[in-house]
């Protein structure tokens, strides 16, 4: 069978016992691989109720069937965990190399489980493996890291996932970054951390099996013509998307911690001046999108400052959290906390919280250890995220995400945490885009913009059909297609920003995947949907089994009590009790309490998950 | 009327500005506001607008499509050209 190596690496950090394990050929047919793997994986691997930073909690890597093969946007792996941010099930996803190495390496993935009584690292080399001392790295930023592993294993061309400091401190936003490119989301760094594994290295000589060579190359070639000939490509494969304007033009371009749509003099975060300071483009494996950009600041106080970005998350973050457009201070911010390995979308969120609690008297500069946080001036960020990768001061509350600091805080502060199941809002305010937000509401990871964007609305695709972003009716439906697209399409593992651009139909990525493995149902797309519809409902079911439910589809009051004050989204509030029900049943879950329903799990052949 | 043209992407290498106020007859569509401007970048504007791969409009925050012409303009409008762009 081409496309899987047929072996998942399982770790035990605690009895340091490393064996190797083969696929399940019935979870090969039922899940295909990736985010398919993780959830089913996880679901029979933890146990309900475990601590997320205790022994218990298991990490697994899974690169999917397309990684390491010259289908584009698809050298991809997803981490799966219990997140210590959301006490949910977790997939964060990276990009970058190492995937691709891990599969010629000769694996499709790994479970890390137990911890290790002092730092050490995985060196995954062509079949073989080890456990090695990484306490000389202990303590290290990320970028340090990569350079003295490749020096220490005299393997300069090894690629790895690694924590930094944020990690290490159990930053419950610490991620994981290979080269510069993270999966940064819900504390996958953290789980890292606490099970003291500064690093998994992989090199391999190894290749990807094809089953049928010419038919697998056609369909590539199907999708490469597709993303050529995209509208979007042209722009998508310079400024990836380094383009702020368009939530701005939408006016849902979150602003001072949720409060306003546009940012005051947004025209200094467009993409037009980021075009100014791109030095290249940068791309992940067999991608010919390229969408990753080095970008240095060339005058002001930042002038050297270079990143590999910051996509737009981080330039929303850093910049319209606190209504400051300093695109220098965001570049810096960016390089360093990739280089601390943590997540720029929770810390941004986090610290426009903070400047919100300030401005309401809530917290003062006694608490802020003198900081002065005042909108428009996003000069205190470097230092608050330095006190957060570090715990120090009054970063250590905000470490815990904003769902826990503002019950720390008290005085009100809670109605302020912009999150949902203590995950952090991405930069789409829910009032503009009602699907969008809808995915926001009820994504398993919590308040996450991956799992199942809306280009129709944000982007005005018409497929299914048109939509008008402000109207309720269909939008339950439709959050339900964008998940279920996304969860099959992350089986491959197919990039996010491929997804949310249309770039490759089910129809070409099911040819690629059928061709690859030799597995017939792959190629029908309805079979697909299938299957994205019964991970996302096992996923649903792992957060039920430990206590979640409707109570937790759950947006701050602001998005459904505060009209959008002005701009092209002016008058909006999000319609959460229309819009919930709706989706619900869309979704064939029970209507009271938001679990799938036994008829539900039964059709989708999920009827062992309780 | 006033309304406001932002332009986006290669659309602002077309109107040569960010943005505008331009001043229309009270009642004026989207189809007036596309003459306008044709009389003001030559004939070739409406041509090269459609040329545009992905092409977005945006009246206040509202998709539009170029050839309904007929979409009723007010006072105050935002008036968005917009090349293809992706966020993340």
Known sequence: ?610 | MNVTLMAFGELRDIIGTREKVIFLEQGASLGDLMQHLAKEYGPAFYEEVKKVRGLRILIDGRECQLDHSETPLKDGDTVVLLSPISGG
């Open chain 1, 1 to 610: 069978m081409g496309g899987y190596k047929n072996c998942i690496l399982r770790v035990n950090l605690t009895t340091r016992k490393l064996s190797e394990e083969p696929l399940q050929q019935t979870m090969i047919h039922d899940y295909i691989g990736g985010r398919g793997f993780g959830i089913k994986l996880l679901y029979d691997n933890l146990k309900p109720g475990i601590a997320p930073l205790g022994e218990d909690n298991k990490l697994i890597f899974v690169a999917g069937p397309l990684a390491g093969t010259n289908a584009q946007s698809c050298s991809r792996y997803n981490v799966f965990f219990k997140s210590p941010l959301t006490n949910t099930y977790f997939s964060s996803s990276s990009g970058g190399h190492f995937a691709s190495e891990l599969k010629f390496a000769g694996f499709d993935g790994v479970i890390v489980e137990g911890a290790a009584d002092k730092p050490v690292y995985l060196w995954i080399n062509d079949g073989k493996y080890e456990l090695r001392d990484a306490a000389y790295l202990w303590g290290l930023g990320c970028t340090d890291t990569h350079t003295l592993i490749r020096e220490e294993l005299n393997n300069h061309s090894a690629r790895m996932a690694c924590i930094g400091p944020a990690g290490e401190h159990l930053v419950k936003y610490g991620g994981i970054i290979s080269d510069r490119r993270a999966a940064g989301r819900g504390g996958a760094g953290a789980v890292m951390g606490a099970k003291n594994l500064k690093a998994i290295v992989a090199k391999g000589n190894g290749k990807v099996e094809v089953s049928d060579k010419d038919a697998f190359a056609f369909a590539v070639r199907e999708q490469i013509d597709a993303i050529r000939t995209h509208p979007n490509y042209d722009n998508f494969s310079l400024r990836g998307t380094q383009t702020a304007e368009f939530t701005q033009i939408l006016g849902m371009f979150p602003t001072k911690n949720f409060r306003e749509g546009i940012m005051t003099n947004w025209e200094k975060i467009e993409g037009a001046e980021f075009d100014k300071l791109r030095v290249r483009n940068t791309r992940c494996y067999s991608c010919m999108i390229h969408c990753g950009s080095i970008i240095k600041v060339s005058t002001g106080k930042y002038a050297g400052a270079w990143s590999e970005g910051p996509e737009y998350e981080t330039i929303w973050g850093f910049n319209g959290s606190v209504n400051d457009p300093d695109i220098g201070r965001t570049v810096a911010a960016d390089y360093y906390c990739d280089n601390m390995g943590i997540d720029t979308i929770s810390a941004s969120v986090a610290i426009g919280f903070a400047y919100e609690l300030y401005e309401r008297g809530i917290i003062t500069k006694s608490d802020t250890g003198g900081l002065e946080l005042v909108y428009g001036n996003g000069g205190p960020i470097l230092e608050l995220i330095r006190q957060i990768v570090y715990r120090e001061g009054f970063g250590d509350i905000l470490a815990d995400g904003v769902r826990i600091a503002a019950r720390k805080i008290g005085k009100g502060a809670e109605q302020y945490a912009i999150q949902v199941k203590g995950l952090e809002l991405p930069g789409y305010d829910p009032r503009g885009a009602k699907a969008h937000g809808l995915n926001l509401l009820t994504s398993n990871i919590g308040a996450d913009h991956c799992l199942g964007y809306a280009p129709q609305e944000i982007f005005g695709v018409p497929n299914p059909r048109p939509v008008d972003r402000f109207v309720v009716e269909f939008k339950g439906e439709l959050a339900k297609i964008n998940q279920d697209l996304t969860a099959f399409n992350e089986t491959g593992i197919l990039c996010a920003l491929n997804t949310a651009n249309g770039m490759t139909s089910p129809e070409t990525f099911g040819k690629m995947l059928s061709t690859l493995t030799g597995i017939k149902d792959f190629a029908d797309p309805a079979y697909l949907w299938l299957v994205g519809e019964r991970i996302y409902n096992l996923e649903r079911m792992f957060n039920v089994r430990d206590g979640l439910g409707k109570k937790d589809d759950v947006f701050p009051g602001r998005f459904s009590e505060e009209p959008m004050p002005a701009g092209p989204s002016r008058g909006q509030i999000f319609e959460e009790k229309q819009l919930l029900t709706d989706y619900y049943k869309a979704r064939g879950w029970d209507l009271d309490t938001g679990i799938p329903t036994k008829k539900k799990l039964t059709e989708l052949g999920l009827s062992f998950a309780k």
